[in-house]
């Protein structure tokens, strides 16, 4: 080694421990400088984790807010689009009924015009009336397809399934079309099974709203030909019998693209050559009291081909006793005339109802509203009470109630007691028969349902109380209307009423004694002014009658032959109003008013 070179390393190696623990002191600074930031780091990383915690719970709440925001406002914009959708069709199904309501309406509205002009000017009107009342019969049909369709979307229509024949009525709606069939030169043909001719358990008002529309279509679509009504039956297990009813025709047929659309409502084919009267309503009704009576309603057709529609269903079979039918005297029976009081806040709908009532040949007393029915009415005075269920303050249930209650008190009969209301649901006819009646009337009321109602009324026992049996002869409500409703007034205006009949039958008596005509006039004017302020319609039309003879044969024997049928009238109105005053409730029976 050189002696330079060893110099050198002597002195490094004086100054190498030194630098050694330098370097050691540098390690140990170091180290514990980068312990030190280990130890900050893990105390910010401890600060910091409860905060990325959170901060990564609040990034999944918002990202799963986020997307439950997405699925609410897809399920928000598909619920507009059905509510759009919805909407676009109530209005087209308003418009489209409004165009079908409006169609018979014009009619209806149009012809009574005319003939309103044609009667005043003395000419015929029947011709006017015929077809006003074939519009109205129109309406009316249309305004039940389309609550019943209403109800059967809403689930709300039911089934009053009851003893029936399907042969018989089967039979029953050919009859209806057979006149319509033979105007139209068609051969309207009826064919039955014999397993047919049996009792089953079914809705009769249904079935044959299904039959009806089925044959009416094809007598409707058919111009030349036949119709052919089938009905087949077979029996299945459990005693039910399986039938089946086949409406064929020979018509023009439809097309498959208007059979798809065809049991929609509103829908009518596109074919010019079936273009008739009509709203569309009737198959899709048809096919959904099908479904609702567990049947199922099919359609075979081709343009040219005619058209074969199918009804099948299944209907428990029933025993139904036959009644044994002996000669009855009832029958043959003359008329009855019964009192009947109505009660209606409508005028024009009272006022039909009681001209019918008339035209049928009864006695009508009419009210506007419970509580002036409650004081014309008397227990046993009516054999039947026609009220409607709406009335402006008390409801006619409220009014069925105190009547009945009044009944039971007093121990009279039970007179009749029908709801007459344009509200046809079930519950509004449970409601009505819970309230004490006995049954149920649906406006619009035709006369022929009336009188057939009537004629049931009739037959019934112990219709007509003693002291009514020869009916009223005043009207309770114009007393009402003399005496503001008070029953007080009322009844002290009668008790003086009776009294003063005596003394003009006495004063009658006197003049036609004296054989002085002039008095027996007098007498017969007084008469007539009482007669006609109480609607005695009897008493005022014998005094008129009474006057007349006189004055036309001024000598005393005439005037005692004219006046007889007046003083039996006196007589007669005398005894009915002892009658009512005697049968109103005493003071104390209030309580049984308000049941």
């Given amino acids: 080694m050189r002696p330079h070179m060893r110099a050198a390393a002597i002195r490094f190696a004086a100054v190498l421990p030194l630098m050694v623990g330098v370097a050691a002191h540098a ?36 990202a799963g807010w986020n997307a439950y925001l997405r699925r609410q406002l897809s399920k928000r914009r598909r619920a507009q689009r059905a509510l759009e959708t919805a909407h676009r069709a109530k209005s087209d199904f308003v418009a489209t009924a409004s165009h079908e309501i ?27 009336l015929r077809v006003a009342h074939g519009a109205a019969q129109a309406l009316l049909r249309l305004v039940g397809d389309i609550l019943d369709l209403e109800r059967m979307g809403c689930g709300k229509l039911q089934l009053l399934p009851e003893p029936a024949n399907p042969r018989r009525l089967a039979h029953s ?7 319509m069939a033979r105007a139209k030169g068609l051969a309207l043909k009826l064919e039955v099974d014999a397993a047919a ?51 064929e025709d020979t018509g023009i047929g439809i097309s498959d693209a208007d059979q798809q659309r065809l049991f929609a409502p509103f829908s009518q084919t596109r074919d010019g050559a079936r273009a008739c009267q009509g709203s569309g309503l009737g198959l899709c009704i048809a096919r959904r009291l099908a479904a609702l009576m567990g049947g199922t309603l099919t359609l075979k057709s081709a343009p040219g081909r005619g058209c074969t529609v199918s009804f099948d269903f299944e209907a428990p079979r029933v025993t139904v006793p036959r009644p044994v039918l002996l000669p009855c005297r009832e029958a043959h029976a003359p008329h009855r005339t019964l009192q009947i009081m109505i009660v209606d ?3 024009p709908c009272r006022t039909v109802l009681r001209k019918q009532l008339e035209h049928l040949g009864h006695r009508v007393v009419e009210t506007g509203n419970a509580q002036a029915a409650w004081r014309a009415w008397r227990p046993g005075a009516y054999d039947l009470v026609i009220t409607d269920c709406n009335l402006g303050g008390e409801r006619g249930e409220g009014l069925a109630r105190r009547i009945r209650a009044a009944e039971a008190a007093a121990g009279r009969h039970r007179c009749a007691l029908w709801a007459y209301t344009a509200d046809a649901r079930r519950e509004e006819i449970d409601r009505c028969l819970r309230a004490g009646m006995d049954a149920c009337l649906f406006k619009p009321l035709t006369l022929a349902d009336l009188q057939h109602r009537l004629r049931d009324a009739m037959r019934a026992p112990g219709v007509r109380a003693e002291a009514w049996r020869d009916g009223l ?113 005493s003071d104390g029976g209030d309580g049984a008013r308000q049941p």
Avoid at 236 to 245: H, Q, S
């Fill in 197 to 247: 001719d049996c009792d089953v358990l079914v809705d009769t008002v249904r079935f044959r709203q299904i039959l009806g529309n089925l044959v009416s279509n094809a007598v409707k679509f058919t111009h030349d030909g036949h119709v052919a009504v089938r009905v087949r039956a077979r029996m299945m297990a459990a005693n039910r019998l399986a039938v089946g009813v086949q409406v």
């Fill in 473 to 585: 002869h005043f009207d309770p409500a114009a007393v009402d209307g003399l005496t503001v409703g008070d029953p007080a007034v009322t009844q002290r205006f009668l008790r003086e009423l009776v009294q003063a009949n005596a003394r003009d039958a006495a004063t009658l008596d006197r003049a036609l004694a004296d054989g002085d005509t002039g008095a027996a006039q007098d007498a017969l004017h007084a008469m007539l002014g009482v007669a006609r302020m109480i609607d005695a319609t009897g008493l005022a039309a014998s005094c008129n009658a009474a006057r007349k003879a006189i004055a036309q044969r001024e000598c005393p024997s005439a005037a005692r032959d004219a006046c007889k049928p007046v003083l039996a009238a006196l007589d007669a109105l005398s005894r009915s109003l002892r009658a009512w005053i005697d049968a109103a409730p």
């Fill in 27 to 62: 390690e140990r600074t170091q180290l514990a400088s980068t312990s030190m930031i280990n130890v900050l780091l893990e105390d910010q990383w401890r600060l910091l984790d409860p905060v990325l915690g959170v901060t990564a719970l609040a990034a999944a709440l918002l």
């Fill in 173 to 179: 709606v050919v009859q209806v079309f057979a006149g």
């Fill in 102 to 128: 409006r169609t018979p309406l014009n009619a209806i509205v149009g012809m009574l015009e005319l003939g309103l002009r044609d009667a005043a000017a003395g000419h015929d009107v029947q011709d006017h």
């Fill in 345 to 347: 806040d409508n005028g």
